[in-house]
T-cell receptor, first 117, second 117 residues
């Protein structure tokens, strides 16, 4: 079975602080993809990043960075120098690619980030 | 705007009524997905189409729910005899699957918020 755990339900930080959102996943498949999505108050899920299971290189995009560690089944997301516009619910998601059949995209419960000016 | 669109954005209905939602995917995307999101939860997969074929349905999709994608473009999700437990955000997403492989990222619409009174 596939599962995504985001243990942090809510986080509040003061603007310009760095913040890390944790994501732990479970899958028996060796091929899988991991995603992060942002859901601002408007409600639309915005795709941020995709990572496949064979690429453990960390990635940086502006103030965003992602740390993928297969040894701990984690795919954590760090926002550097947070801004008020970063306030949103962030979801980690997993799509396993089994040898046969198909699996759906499985989401965690999300972490609500509030950045206070 | 060439993103995923959904209509209506909000729907209030009385218990027992039927409702229908529409999703228009990104034009070149051949896969279309429906999800349901309740308060404080991540999106949960309901069903997906590849072109006009409905390839998978979640056990969450009771017999009161039906989805169609008749021409492989837009899709409709109908809920018959609505119940208060159907109140949720219904999200549509689309992706592109190529014969050479799929990147698997899904792009989401703004959702339809259903309230059953």
């Amino acid at each position: 079975a596939q599962k995504v755990t985001q243990a942090q339900t809510e986080i509040s930080v003061v603007e310009k602080e760095d913040v890390t959102l944790d994501c732990v996943y479970e899958t028996r498949d060796t091929t899988y993809y991991l995603f992060w999505y942002k859901q601002p108050p408007s409600g639309e899920l915005v795709f941020l990043i995709r990572r496949n299971s064979f690429d453990e290189q960390n990635e940086i995009s502006g103030r965003y960075s992602w740390n993928f560690q297969k040894s701990t089944s984690s795919f954590n997301f760090t926002i550097t120098a947070s801004q008020v516009v970063d306030s949103a619910v962030y979801f980690c998601a997993l799509k396993s690619i089994p040898a046969l059949g198909n699996t759906p995209l499985v989401f965690g419960k999300g972490t609500r980030l509030s950045v206070i000016a | 705007d060439t993103g995923v669109s959904q209509d209506p954005r909000h729907k209030i209905t009385k218990r027992g009524q039927n409702v229908t939602f529409r999703c228009d995917p990104i034009s070149e995307h051949n896969r279309l997905y429906w999800y349901r999101q309740t308060l404080g939860q991540g999106p949960e997969f309901l069903t997906y189409f590849q072109n006009e074929a409905q390839l998978e349905k979640s056990r969450l999709l009771s017999d009161r729910f039906s989805a169609e994608r008749p021409k492989g473009s837009f899709s409709t999700l109908e809920i018959q005899r609505t119940e208060q437990g159907d109140s949720a955000m219904y999200l549509c997403a689309s992706s592109l699957a190529r014969a050479s492989g799929s990147s698997h990222e899904q792009y989401f619409g703004p959702g339809t918020r259903l309230t059953v009174t």
